[in-house]
């Protein structure tokens, strides 16, 4: 059974929008760790959505569900931008 097309939906929007949002903090598109971390706080902030092929939720998402889908993304990386660097900002001063 070949399950590498299997993917969390959430993923690659995830990435993009931590990407888009970094470019308001300069500081972190040089540390990659911190993006990472990012990436990974934002996705556990949201339910997971596992398809084969990213046409596959889109097909069967009404514009109302993938528009709070794509709110919901937007939330999570904002969340996790703060979140991280408040978590640096308390190590930093350790």
Known sequence: MDISSIHNWYEKAV???VMRQA????HLLDNEDALADIACVALNRLPP???RHDVDLAFFQTERERTESERAVEEAVEFAIGF???RNAMRARC
């Open 15 to 17: 990435f993009a929008t």
């Open 23 to 26: 470019q308001d903090f300069p």
């Open 49 to 51: 959505r596992y398809i």
């Open 84 to 86: 991280v660097q408040a």
